[in-house]
């Protein structure tokens, strides 16, 4: 087994779903990190899941150039 944190990215695009998937995934193991999408539901699941209930999280990373 891993010791460190593994990845478990939720695969829902409405917050209901990424929250039942991020709660599935955090009870595989201690060392789970879910990760979400920077969406408008991600960032609500994101503020939703916080540390009080012992989820650690990460978010995609989202970048765009900027034209001109």
């Given at each position: 087994?891993?010791?460190?944190?593994?990845?478990?990215?939720?695969?829902?695009v409405?917050?209901?779903g990424m929250?039942?998937?991020?709660?599935?995934?955090a009870?595989?193991a201690?060392n789970?990190?879910i990760?979400?999408?920077?969406?408008?539901?991600?960032?609500?699941?994101?503020a939703s899941a916080?540390?009080p209930?012992g989820?650690k999280?990460n978010?995609t990373l989202?970048?765009?150039?900027?034209r001109?």
């Open positions: 087994m891993v010791k460190g944190p593994v990845s478990a990215e939720v695969i829902s409405e917050y209901e929250m039942k998937e991020a709660g599935e995934r009870k595989i201690p789970i990190v990760k979400l999408p920077i969406t408008v539901d991600g960032l609500r699941a994101f916080k540390r209930a989820v999280q978010m989202s970048s765009s150039r900027c001109r």
